[in-house]
C-alpha cells in the first residue's frame, strides 16, 4: 500500500534530523536514500533543509545566533553562488560535528546516486557521466632540452616528431645520426642511432636500447640512468652505456666514477595487515603508517594473520601516508618503466542493478591515486565510459579497470569486460565469496599492460616499446577508496566492499612466471614471498653494487644485472 504523501515527508525530515545530530544509523541512512530516489520532489527542499542546518553550526561556531531571516538569506546565496565560491563556504564552516555528519551524508548521496540538480554538482565530476575524475592536475615540469640534432632523424614515442626543443617525461627514438639533449639536472647525454632513451626526470633517464655517452656539466645532485637490469648512478664524472638486443648492459667510464647497482626486484611497497589489532598497520617493506577510515574492520587474513573488511561506506578506506610527493613525477608512488599492484581480494560488489544499488555507476576501489589525468587506478567498475580512453574499446558494462597515463599516449584504461569470454571470469565468478588474486601490470620495456586474475593472464594490451608511466604527485594513495581532495581526510567517493590483504606496489611489470608462482604460494596458504620477505629485504639492503673508475668497462647480465666476467 502506498504511504500518504505526509507519510513521506514526515519520514525525510525525521530521517534528516537524525543524521544532523550524528544519531542516524546505517539502515536509516538506507531508507532516507531511498525515499530521495523514489521521491524526487523532496530532494531540493531535503538540501534546503540540510543547508539551514549548516548556516546553524557556523553561527554557533562562530558565536553569533543567526535569525531566521539571515538563514535563509544564506541558503538562498548558497544557490545564487558560483560553484567556486561555494566550495569556498563549504570548507568555511566545516567546523563543527553536526556539520560534518550532514556533509558526509549529503556528499555520499550526490556523488553516488543521480545528480539532484545540475547546479549543486561538484565541479569535478563529468558533465558526461557520474563517476569521478580530477584532471586538473598541473603537468609535469621540463625535464630536458635539445642541445644538437647533427643529421638525425628522430621523434618522440606516441606523438608526431616534435617541433619544440622542450621536453616533459618521454621517450625518443633516434633512427639516424646523434640526439644530444641537455637535462636541467645538469647532465648532457649524446644518444646515438639507433636508439631509444627515455627522459623521466630532470636528473635521470632510461636507455632502452642503443648506446649513449654521458657527462655532468653543471648542478650537484647525481644522474640516474636505468637500463634493463642495471642503475648507473654519476657523480659528476663521464661514461658510455650501451645496451645490445639481448638486454645486457656495457658501461665505460670515461671519466672520474660511476656505481653500478642492479634494479631492485622487491616491492616498493607490501601491505599483508598481519599487525596484532592493538598496534597500528604498517607497510611490512618500510615499517611506513596506515590511517584507517572508522568504516575499515580488521579481520582474520585471507593469508596470514589479519586483513581488512570494507563496508561501503565513505570512511572506508586506507590511507597510504607515505606517497605524497610535491608535483607530478615525484614521491613514493612516482614509476615510469613499470608498475604492478597485486592484491587478494574477496569482492562482495553490489553492481549492476541488484536491490543494494540500482544505479550503474558504482566502482569499488582497491588501490588509487588521484593525481588528475596522471592518476594510478585499480577498481571494479560499471559504468558508461563516456569521456575517458579505454585501449582497447570494450564498450560499457562491469569490468576490472586498470588505469595509467602513458607518455604520449595520455591517460587510459585497460578495462577488462567480466563476461566470460576469451578466458575472462564472469562478475558472479568475482563475487563468488572466495578469494581472489588480482594483479595489473604495465611493463614500459615490452609496452604490456595487463591484467591477471588467480595466476592467469586474462587480458592485455600492447603498447609502442618504451612508452612510459608518468605518475606521482601530492594525492593521497589508498587502498579500498578514492581519496582525492585534502579536506576529506578519509571520506572516499568511491568506496570498496569485502575484503583486501597482502597488497603490494612495484615499480616494475611482474612476468608471467612471478605472478603463477605467487597464486601459488596463496593456494598454500602462504605470503607471495614464501614467508621469505626479510631475508629478501636483507640481501637487497647489503646489495652487490660495483664501483667502476677512469677506463674500466664491464658487462652486465639482463636478468638478474650481475658482472659478466
Known amino acids: 500500500m502506498t504511504k500518504p504523501e505526509n507519510s513521506v515527508s514526515e519520514q525525510i525530515w525525521e530521517l534528516a534530523d537524525a543524521q544532523c545530530s550524528g544519531i542516524i544509523t546505517e539502515s536509516e541512512m538506507e531508507t532516507l536514500e531511498r525515499l530521495l530516489l523514489d521521491h524526487p520532489e523532496y530532494r531540493q527542499e531535503y538540501l534546503d533543509y540540510i543547508f539551514l542546518h549548516m548556516g546553524l553550526a557556523s553561527a554557533v561556531t562562530s558565536g553569533e545566533l543567526l535569525s531566521s531571516s539571515a538563514i535563509e538569506k544564506s541558503v538562498n546565496q548558497y544557490h545564487a553562488e558560483p560553484e567556486t565560491e561555494k566550495k569556498s563556504l563549504r570548507l568555511s564552516i566545516m567546523q563543527t560535528l ?15 546516486k543521480k545528480p539532484l540538480q545540475e547546479k549543486i554538482v561538484p565541479q569535478v ?50 633512427t639516424s645520426g646523434n640526439v644530444e639533449v641537455a637535462f636541467s639536472g645538469g647532465a648532457d647525454i649524446s644518444v646515438e642511432s ?13 636507455l632502452f636500447s642503443g648506446t649513449l655517452s654521458a657527462r655532468r656539466t653543471n648542478g650537484t645532485e647525481s644522474f640516474t640512468l636505468e637500463t634493463p637490469s642495471v642503475e648507473v648512478v654519476d657523480r659528476g664524472t663521464e661514461y658510455e652505456v650501451s645496451v645490445n638486443e639481448a638486454a645486457e648492459t656495457y658501461v665505460h667510464v670515461l671519466d672520474g666514477q660511476v656505481e653500478v647497482k642492479p634494479r631492485g626486484r622487491l616491492p616498493r611497497f607490501f601491505w599483508t595487515f598481519d599487525q596484532p589489532k592493538a598496534e597500528p598497520l604498517i607497510d611490512s617493506i618500510g615499517n611506513r603508517s596506515i590511517q584507517a577510515g572508522k568504516n575499515t574492520r580488521r579481520v582474520p587474513g585471507l593469508v596470514g594473520a589479519g586483513a581488512v573488511r570494507f563496508n561501503n561506506r565513505p570512511d572506508a578506506s586506507l590511507l597510504l ?28 560488489w ?41 585501449i582497447p574499446t570494450v564498450g560499457s558494462g562491469p569490468c576490472l579497470s586498470f588505469g595509467l597515463f602513458l607518455s604520449g599516449m595520455g591517460y587510459s584504461e585497460l578495462d577488462m569486460p567480466l563476461d566470460g569470454k576469451e578466458g575472462r571470469p564472469t562478475l558472479e565468478e568475482i ?22 586474475i588467480d595466476g592467469k593472464l586474462r587480458m592485455s594490451h600492447r603498447f609502442p616499446v618504451g612508452t612510459m608511466i608518468i605518475s606521482g604527485g601530492s594525492k593521497p594513495a589508498v587502498i579500498g577508496n578514492l581519496i ?19 597488497v603490494a606496489f612495484y615499480d616494475y611489470a611482474l612476468d608471467p612466471a612471478t605472478v603463477a608462482a605467487h597464486y601459488a604460494n596463496v593456494q598454500a596458504g602462504k605470503d607471495y614471498f614464501d614467508g621469505q620477505l626479510s631475508r629478501f629485504v636483507l640481501q637487497e639492503q647489503k646489495g652487490s653494487n660495483v664501483l667502476l673508475n677512469k677506463g674500466e668497462k664491464m658487462k652486465f647480465a639482463a636478468e638478474t644485472g650481475e658482472p659478466m666476467l
Open 431 to 452: 563475487r563468488d565469496g572466495k578469494p581472489h588474486h588480482i594483479v595489473a601490470t604495465y611493463n614500459g620495456w615490452t609496452g604490456v599492460k595487463a591484467i591477471y
Open 98 to 112: 553536526c556539520l560534518v555528519v550532514c556533509l558526509l551524508a549529503v556528499g555520499l548521496f550526490l556523488l553516488r
Open 484 to 502: 582525492s581532495d585534502r579536506f576529506e581526510t578519509l571520506i572516499g567517493r568511491e568506496p570498496f566492499t569485502g575484503v583486501i590483504d597482502e
Open 194 to 206: 639507433p636508439a631509444l632513451f627515455g627522459m623521466e626526470r630532470k636528473n635521470q633517464g632510461t
Open 321 to 348: 601516508g607515505s606517497g605524497g610527493g610535491k608535483e607530478v613525477g615525484t614521491g613514493d608512488f612516482s614509476v615510469s618503466t613499470g608498475i604492478t599492484v597485486e592484491a587478494l581480494v574477496i569482492s562482495e
Open 125 to 174: 565530476v563529468a558533465e558526461s557521466s557520474q563517476y569521478y575524475f580530477d584532471d586538473n592536475a598541473v603537468p609535469p615540469d621540463e625535464v630536458a632540452t635539445l642541445s644538437e640534432v647533427a643529421q638525425a632523424r628522430w621523434e618522440l614515442i606516441g606523438k608526431s616528431p616534435a617541433l619544440t626543443h622542450h621536453f616533459q617525461p618521454g621517450t625518443v627514438k633516434v
Open 350 to 390: 553490489k553492481t549492476p542493478n541488484t536491490p543494494q544499488k540500482k544505479a550503474p555507476f558504482d566502482y569499488d576501489e582497491i588501490f588509487r591515486k588521484e593525481d588528475g589525468s596522471y592518476r594510478i587506478l585499480l577498481s571494479f567498475q560499471n559504468d558508461d565510459k563516456a569521456g575517458i580512453t579505454q
